[in-house]
């Protein structure tokens, strides 16, 4: 199983980008996927998440500015994020377990700054 994530990058306040989630070696329609994100000198954070079924979490700092969505054509999950803070400034992991076993993406660099 592996997980590519990208789409990160700088971005003023106010501004949005949409993070992609490629995974191969499992199907999405079996697994559910974080976002996790750690700031600099923090521990990680998760989030948001989409399980299997579709249904969807976020943490309580995201919810209205972030959508998790999936497409399982592609076995791709997203997120995308408006209305970025710099506190939203981070590095962006996805995550996943299969078969009782985590997998992580490599991140990717989220930095919201003027």
């Known amino acids: 199983v592996q997980l590519q994530a990208s789409g990160g990058g700088l971005v003023q306040p106010g501004g949005s980008l949409k993070l992609s989630c490629a995974v191969s070696g499992t199907s999405l329609s079996r697994n559910a996927v974080d976002w996790y994100r750690q700031a600099p000198g923090k521990q990680p954070e998760l989030v948001a998440f989409i399980t299997s079924g579709g249904r969807t979490e976020y943490v309580e700092s995201a919810k209205g500015r972030f959508t998790i969505s999936r497409d399982n054509t592609k076995n791709t999950v997203y997120l995308q994020m408006r209305r970025l803070k710099p506190e939203d400034t981070g590095v962006y992991y996805c995550?996943?377990?299969?078969?009782?076993?985590?997998?992580w993406g490599q991140g990717t660099q989220v930095t919201v700054s003027s």
């Open positions: 995550h996943l377990v299969n078969n009782a076993t985590p997998y």
